[in-house]
């Protein structure tokens, strides 16, 4: 009795222990490559000119599933697991997430791909990525769109993730097993938290805003933690901004049965160059 009570145990250790440090499986368009001392899980949809989709922090490739049949009819799509999530590695493992290096991961994996010129979709730390390449490489980017941006944490962000976005919290919030497993999952959740208290990253200035040579569509929700009047200062100070405000879009205003469709129609008549005959 005692040795098949055993057995069984072993047993059921044995099918459950993959599911302890579970994440996203691996796409049949899913590819790996080695990025500024990184393993960068991405993905590619479809032909055409270089269309690069970049998930918010704690969030995966999968983010852009319901957007990328769309997207893939008239570009290559690519769409990657940022530094630490998902399927990326991350060889830096302190509670400190700086955009600034992930940015340059961008620019790496481009270079990887021989992409000379892309257009970027980017929402919330994917957004900050966007305007960090964007400025430091202006050429290489022929359009933009920050969705939910931040150019620096402001006092409003700060208090938010103070009160709402305790590791514990976020870790199921954001289905961190799940998605990136149990112990990259816990550890976003501490970069995240450690956003509260973070300075210098991000820290996007006017005078970098400036340098953007981009068309730039800044989307953004009315009542976003972020303040509009990040967005508002990214539509003044970038020379070919437009500015798109999404009522009762909170942080995730490119979502939800209403306004991902309106989001997909309005950014790929944008990225077509049909605003302002623009091309």
């Known amino acids: 009795m005692k040795k098949s009570f055993l057995f069984n145990a072993i047993i059921i250790l044995f099918i459950a222990a993959p599911c302890l440090n579970a994440q996203e499986p691996i ?6 490559t080695s990025v500024n001392g990184a393993k960068i899980y991405y993905e590619e949809y479809g032909q055409g000119a270089p269309l ?12 852009w599933k319901a957007f990328i049949p769309e997207l893939s009819k008239q570009y290559r799509v690519i769409a990657w697991d940022m530094r630490g999530h998902g399927r990326s590695t991350n060889p830096d493992t302190t509670n400190v997430f700086l955009h600034a290096v992930a940015a340059q991961d961008l620019l790496m994996l481009m270079d990887n791909l021989k992409i000379e010129k892309a257009k970027v979709i980017g929402h919330s730390s994917g957004g ?3 305007l960090y390449v964007a400025h430091l490489q202006p050429e290489r980017f022929e ?17 938010f993730i103070e009160h709402n976005a305790k590791p514990e919290d976020f870790y199921i919030f954001n289905d961190g097993e799940k998605l990136h497993g149990a112990e990259k999952g816990m550890q976003l959740a501490y970069q995240f938290y450690n956003f509260r208290n973070l300075t210098g990253d991000p820290n996007i200035t006017s005078e970098q805003l400036s340098r953007i040579k981009a068309r730039t569509l800044i989307v953004h929700g009315d009542n976003d933690f972020v ?20 009522p009762n879009g909170w942080h995730m205003p490119h979502e939800g049965s209403l306004n991902s469709a ?16 623009q091309n």
């Open 227 to 246: 303040p509009v009047s990040n967005a508002w200062e990214m539509f003044t100070t970038i020379p070919n901004a437009h500015l798109f405000i999404v």
């Open 52 to 63: 690069i989709l970049l998930h918010g922090f704690g969030r995966t490739a999968s983010d």
């Open 143 to 159: 359009a933009i769109v920050p969705v939910s941006a931040q150019l620096n944490f402001s006092t409003e962000t700060r208090e």
């Open 27 to 32: 796409s049949e368009n899913g590819r790996f």
């Open 262 to 277: 309106d989001f997909t129609r309005r950014t790929l008549a944008f990225l077509n160059g049909e605003w302002n005959n």
């Open 128 to 130: 900050i990525i966007a």
